[in-house]
């Protein structure tokens, strides 16, 4: 399903995007949308305002490889967002990240990437997900809550480890919240 997924969607201003996974032709698109966020946004993402490693970060999420799914939010021709997931070497656990395009927040995209890539996570046999989230990252942590997924929380100093146990999501209609 992954290897060739799409699907169309509506924003919660009303605006139709297509979520699909993200390709090696979406290279610049990856690179730029890095480029444009703020430095508090890149913070949160990366943990660092200056991160050198862009250039593998964008590699890595368009090069088709086995236990990485990156799946992009496209509004026309345009990237506004993308969520992924790399599998752990604990069988049924992967680590998951999400950004979203500086001018395009609070539109619900984050929301609706994360509940694709959950639907699909647990199609593909994965149990549980984990995030390691600043716990000053107050706007990572409300689109947790509505996605709705049942959560653990794990608190180390700065770092909040936030987990997912995807068995325990009972009703797969509220990951496809949104779908046109
Ligand atoms: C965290 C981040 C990904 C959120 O993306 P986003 O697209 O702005 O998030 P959404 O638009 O889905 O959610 C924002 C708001 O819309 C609300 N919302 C989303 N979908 C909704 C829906 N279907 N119905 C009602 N409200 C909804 C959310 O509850 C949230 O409201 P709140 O802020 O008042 O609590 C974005 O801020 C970002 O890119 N930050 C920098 C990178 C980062 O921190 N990444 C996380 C670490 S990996």
Redesign the pocket.
Known sequence: MASDFTCAAKL?DGAEVSIRRLGRDDYDSVVNLAAG?TGD?RY??FFTVHPTHIDNWARSLTTPTDGILALGAFEGRDLI?LANYVELPELGDAE?????AHE?????????LLRTLGRIARKAGLHRFV?D?LFE?L??R??L??VGWPITLHRDGAVLRIEVDLDSIENDASLE??AV
């Open positions: 919660l966020l946004e949160l993402r967002g998951i990240a999400v950004v979203v395009k927040h609070d539109r619900g995209v984050g929301t609706l995030a989230v990252n706007a990572m409300r689109v809550r509505e919240h949104g």
